[in-house]
């Protein structure tokens, strides 16, 4: 095929990514300097539209960002007033005091949002400084300079058709250069992941690891709706076949986040996620709660686990990773927005002070220094075990040797030095023989629902023309290796329902890929035991359109 020729467009500094990272970083520069050139590209519809958290967060970041947040109308309007933690049984709930709990896992102080509508505050905050941001714009390719440093991005190609030519309406799309490229595309970025791989930014780093984060919104009866209490559970249903566990934010107008995490690192491949999360509405005490209510939005991401010890080398020449495509959430707190912030924040004090002082397109390591020594590296040296503690040991153990490992480290030491992750999550997976499989109940359609009726609520859509942004580095594989090794868990580790294996009466048993509705969490470019699946961006605007997530 000919090469493709594109329209260039030159800036100071070009951001992949509208989440907090990338929107703190655009942000910074600005105030830093007005006449920076600062372009954010963002996959999404919209800003907000892939965004996905709890949330509970922490304001930090945003009081180094925008101290004055408040008065600038910060959609930060129900600060945490209750604070639970349980250990559930099938049945039954034992609350675990807050008091032996190390200072740092108290939530007073801090807000539930929606990250989406703080997102969209954010962009609006960008946008007054004079930052272009362009959503529905996703960022495909990295665009190299002659010495092998990353000079830029390709963004907006639309209209290939399905076999990857173009299409009657093809469109190239833009190379967008800039002296230094910001790639703040969250867990699992499929650029950052290019970037990791090229420039070998993980030797000397532990593995990154990962959870599946899922969430629903749900409406409640008012009577039952207790604005900012924030409630964790662990335990049931998950017992010793996974680490993870729920949250349940109440919000402001009768709406309440429920979600739950699964770690990824589970080796039972019968281990059906999206089912856990279902069957965790069932409990007592959350179908109590949602008894009477509806379910109005789903959504689902992963979530970087692996902390201090995973976050890989995040310069190389002319480019940064920010945020969580670095790996920066605080495992026990479930919070990664406030590093997120704080990232992008030094990222752009970094580039600012290059770019004043003449330079571009090399590695700004003042931004790694920062982040591993400053206010991130603090907040995630003392919580370094917890995730370790739980996959070598389970949940009570950890809860133990974590509280009490997060208490000292609190005081400024560690019994336990930096304890390993060792496998991947890929690498977790056992094959089926091991294991049993997994009883579900079906879904109620009350409380709990099917995936594919739950996928409706995260209002995906995919131009259905276009190559599948699920690519199969070798097509045999999920039948031929994964289905009678791994009893193709394809079919269970994603939370859309992108993956069957359909068979029919004398016929070869096929892998379909449903890429239409896909929710963009990238827990199959994760957890594939052959890492077999590779995430590539679809054209720009299509996704998820999460409402208030
Ligand atoms: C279920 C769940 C619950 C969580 N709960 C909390 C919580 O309560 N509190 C908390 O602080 N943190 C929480 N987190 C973690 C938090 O969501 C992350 O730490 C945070 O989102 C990281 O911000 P980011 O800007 O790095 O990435 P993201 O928020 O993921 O933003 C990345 C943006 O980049 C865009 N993008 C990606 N690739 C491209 C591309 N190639 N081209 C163009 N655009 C692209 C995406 O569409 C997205 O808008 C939770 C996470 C999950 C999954």
Redesign the pocket.
Known sequence: MAEIEREAMEYDVVI?????????AAIRLKQLDADINVVV????SE????????????PCGLDALIPDWKEKGAPLNVPVKEDNFYMLGEAGKLRVPNWPMPPLMNNHGNYIVS?GNV?RWMAEQAEALGVEIFPG????ELVYDDKGGIKG?V?GEFGKDADGSHGPNYEPGMELHGKYVF?????R???AKQVIAKYDLSQGHEPQKF?????EIWEIDPAKHKEGTVTHTMGWPLGGNAGGGS?I?HLENNQVYV?F?VHLNYKNPYLFPYMEFQRFKHHPMVAELLKGGKRVAYG?????EGGYQSMPKMVAPGVAL?????G???VP?????????L??KAAAEAAHAAIAAGRAGDELSDYETEVRTGAIGKDLKKVRNVKPFWSKWGLVPSLVLGGFDMWTNTLGFSLFGTQKHGKTDAEATEEASKHKPIDYPKPDGTLSFDRLTNVAFSFTNHEESQPAHLQLKDADVPVKVNLPKYAGPAARYCPAGVYEFVSEEGKDTRFVINFQNCV??KTCDIKDPSQNINWV?PQ?GD?PNYPNM
């Open positions: 992949v990514g509208a989440g907090p990272a990338g929107l703190s590209l963002e996959k999404g800003v907000g539209a892939h965004i996905l958290s709890g949330a509970v967060l922490d990250m997102c714009m996703a960022c495909s991005v963004a790639l703040s595309e969250g867990v970025g499929s650029l959870g599946i984060g899922m969430k949250f934010y979600g995490v689902a991401r992963a979530i970087s920010l945020g969580c495509s670095v920066m959430v605080n707190r479930i919070k990664g927005n406030h590093n997120a912030m990232s992008g963009h969490c961006t720009g996704g």
